[in-house]
C-alpha cells in the first residue's frame, strides 16, 4: 500500500514532546496527536498499550488473533498461476535478525489491532514499530499533511527522516522516512490522517475500564472474604462490661491460630467482613465485558467458546475457519497488497490453508463431491446425455 501522511493539529491540541535540534528546527512526538486526555480515552498511545497489556480480557482477544494471525503463508501467484508457495522464506530466511517472518507477523496483528503497524523495510530488513514509537518533525508534518495528485510530489513529500525506537525504555534512532509503511486497524482516511488510522479499541474504552475494575472488585472481595468481625455481648447493663484489650486481644489469636475449635467463657458474635462474593456476580461481568471486546475484534460467541469452554473438534475447526475468512483475511490481503509493492511483485496472496480447520472443509467437499456424482447417475439411467460436462464442472470445480 503506497501512501501520503495527512497531520493534523486540529483542537489546538499538541504534542507531548518537543526537542530542538541543532540545526534550530524540532522534533515534536506524534504519538499523542490522536488522543486527549479525556476520561472517555487512554490518552497516550503508550498509555493504551499498557493498558491492553495489564487487562486480561483485551489481551487474550488480541494475542489469540496476533497468534492465528502469524501463521499466515504468503505465497507468488502470475498470470493467476502459482510461482511459490511461503516465499518470503526463500526471499530471506529471517526478517531482521531478532526475528523470524512468524514473530514479525505478529507484532503486525498486534500493533495493527491497537490501531496501526508501522512497517519499516530498508536494505531487505523489516522491522515493526508501534504508534508510541515513532516520532517526526514538525514541518514534515505539515508538508505531509498536503493532499497531491502526483506520484513525484508525495515521494518528495516523503523526503527525509525520522526517529523511532524499538521500545519505550531503548534510544531514539535515526531513519528514512521513505522507508516507512502503514498498516492501520481501520482506514486512515476515516481520521483524515494518514499517518495514523483509528482504532477499535477506543470505542471499548469503558469496556476496558470495567474489565478492570471488576478484577480489582474481585481481588479485594477475595481478600475481605479471609477477614472477621468479632464483636462481645455487651448490652449496655451496669453489671456488664466490654471487652478489654487483653480479651480481645485472646480471641484474636486463638481465631488465628491452628484449632478448628476454640471456647470462650464470653458471649461472642463472629461475622466474615465477605460471605456473598457469588452474589457480586463479578466473574460473570468480566467474562461479558470479555464477549463484547471480542465481539468488536471480530471473534464470534463460537470462537469465544473455544477459548473459554472447549469445544468438538469439528466445530472448533469450523469457527476458526470462518473466524479467519471473514475477520482475519481482510487484514492479510492489506498485508499482501503492501509487500507487492514493497518487493515489486506482481500477485501476492495470503494463506491459512495449511492449517487443521481446512481438512474439514476439505471433507466436507468430498461428501458434497459425492453426493453430486450419485445425482448424476440416476440422471444418467433417467437418459440425461450430458453426463460429461457435468462431470468435467463437478472435478474442475474442486
Given at each position: 500500500m503506497g501512501f501520503n501522511f495527512n497531520i493534523s493539529f486540529g483542537n489546538n491540541k499538541l504534542p507531548n514532546y518537543v526537542e530542538r535540534l541543532n540545526d534550530g528546527s524540532f522534533w515534536y512526538g506524534i504519538k499523542d496527536f490522536f488522543n486527549d486526555n479525556s476520561d472517555t480515552k487512554f490518552g497516550s498511545h503508550q498509555k493504551k498499550l499498557e493498558s491492553v497489556l495489564c487487562n486480561p480480557a483485551v489481551l487474550k482477544v488480541l494475542s489469540f488473533r496476533a497468534d492465528m494471525y502469524s501463521q499466515v503463508k504468503f505465497n507468488e501467484y502470475a498470470n493467476d498461476k502459482l510461482v511459490e508457495q511461503d516465499f518470503l522464506y526463500s526471499y530471506k530466511k529471517q526478517p531482521n535478525p531478532m526475528q523470524s517472518w512468524l514473530d514479525l507477523h505478529w507484532d503486525i496483528s498486534f500493533n495493527r489491532d491497537l490501531g496501526n503497524a508501522y512497517l519499516y523495510v530498508e536494505n531487505d530488513t523489516f522491522y515493526c514499530f508501534g504508534l508510541q514509537n515513532i516520532e517526526i518533525k514538525e514541518e514534515q508534518l505539515k508538508e505531509i499533511n498536503k493532499y497531491r495528485f502526483s506520484d513525484y510530489k508525495v515521494k518528495q513529500a516523503m523526503k527525509g527522516t525520522f526517529k523511532a525506537r524499538f521500545n519505550c525504555d531503548a534510544e531514539w534512532q535515526t531513519f528514512e522516512l521513505k522507508n516507512l509503511y502503514l498498516l492501520s486497524d481501520l482506514s486512515n482516511n476515516v481520521s483524515g490522517n494518514w499517518l495514523a488510522g483509528n482504532s477499535r479499541l477506543d470505542a471499548l474504552y469503558d469496556v476496558v475500564q470495567n474489565s478492570k475494575l471488576s478484577l480489582k472488585a474481585k481481588k479485594k472481595n477475595l481478600f475481605f472474604t479471609f477477614k472477621h468481625f468479632v464483636s462481645g455481648g455487651y448490652d449496655g447493663k451496669v453489671d456488664a462490661r466490654p471487652m478489654s484489650d487483653e480479651e480481645q486481644k485472646s480471641i484474636a489469636n486463638s481465631l488465628l491460630?491452628?484449632?478448628?475449635?476454640?471456647?470462650?467463657?464470653?458471649?461472642?458474635?463472629?461475622?466474615?467482613?465477605?460471605?456473598?462474593?457469588?452474589?457480586?456476580?463479578?466473574?460473570?461481568?468480566?467474562?461479558?465485558?470479555?464477549?463484547?471486546?471480542?465481539?468488536?475484534?471480530?471473534?464470534?460467541?463460537?470462537?469465544?467458546?473455544?477459548?473459554?469452554?472447549?469445544?468438538?473438534?469439528?466445530?472448533?475447526?469450523?469457527?476458526?475457519?470462518?473466524?479467519?475468512?471473514?475477520?482475519?483475511?481482510?487484514?492479510?490481503?492489506?498485508?499482501?497488497?503492501?509487500?507487492?509493492?514493497?518487493?515489486?511483485?506482481?500477485?501476492?496472496?495470503?494463506?491459512?490453508?495449511?492449517?487443521?480447520?481446512?481438512?474439514?472443509?476439505?471433507?466436507?467437499?468430498?461428501?458434497?463431491?459425492?453426493?453430486?456424482?450419485?445425482?448424476?447417475?440416476?440422471?444418467?439411467?433417467?437418459?440425461?446425455?450430458?453426463?460429461?460436462?457435468?462431470?468435467?464442472?463437478?472435478?474442475?470445480?474442486?
Open positions: 491460630g491452628s484449632k478448628d475449635i476454640f471456647a470462650s467463657k464470653h458471649k461472642i458474635e463472629v461475622k466474615q467482613l465477605v460471605d456473598n462474593l457469588a452474589n457480586l456476580k463479578l466473574d460473570e461481568s468480566y467474562l461479558s465485558d470479555l464477549s463484547i471486546i471480542a465481539n468488536m475484534y471480530g471473534m464470534t460467541k463460537d470462537i469465544l467458546d473455544i477459548l473459554t469452554k472447549g469445544s468438538t473438534y469439528e466445530n472448533k475447526e469450523k469457527s476458526i475457519g470462518a473466524f479467519i475468512d471473514y475477520s482475519l483475511m481482510p487484514k492479510v490481503q492489506q498485508h499482501s497488497d503492501l509487500l507487492e509493492i514493497i518487493l515489486d511483485k506482481q500477485d501476492i496472496r495470503g494463506s491459512f490453508k495449511h492449517l487443521p480447520f481446512n481438512a474439514v472443509f476439505e471433507a466436507e467437499k468430498v461428501t458434497n463431491k459425492k453426493l453430486e456424482l450419485e445425482a448424476l447417475k440416476i440422471a444418467s439411467e433417467l437418459g440425461f446425455t450430458n453426463v460429461q460436462d457435468e462431470l468435467k464442472r463437478i472435478y474442475d470445480g474442486y
